[in-house]
């Protein structure tokens, strides 16, 4: 069993930052693969951004060169570095350790 708890979200003007941090319970975190979803209203839930256990990464399209994922097995912490806001990246952001443990989510608003 593994616990996710996100933290970070909140309101920010386009072109601002956040970071999005996971927190994840036990002791085996560094064997997950781990994930940044979002679901905006009325859309269906999307990868934002991967790592898997042995560093590889990727991002959807719609943030590479905007945000950067990473994780520190020795904290049990994956986040989720968002620059460039943009008001479509208001979404309910979920973190996600593979394959179906999910966190309760934190909102991200991007508005002026």
């Known amino acids: 069993q593994v616990q996710l708890v996100e933290s970070g979200g909140g309101l920010v003007q386009p072109g601002g930052s956040l970071r999005l941090s996971c927190a994840a319970s036990?002791?085996?975190?560094?064997?997950?693969?781990m994930g940044w979803y979002r679901q905006a209203p009325g859309k269906q839930r999307e990868l934002v951004a991967g790592?898997?256990?042995?560093?590889?990464?990727n991002y959807a399209d719609s943030v590479k060169g905007r945000f950067t994922i990473s994780r520190d097995n020795a904290k049990n912490t994956v986040y989720l570095q968002m620059n460039s806001l943009k008001p479509e990246d208001t979404a309910v952001y979920y973190c996600?350790?593979?394959?179906?443990?999910w966190g309760q989510g934190t909102q991200v608003t991007v508005s002026s």
């Open positions: 996600n350790a593979a394959p179906g443990y």
């Open positions: 036990g002791n085996i975190f560094r064997f997950y693969n």
């Open positions: 790592i898997t256990s042995g560093g590889s990464i």
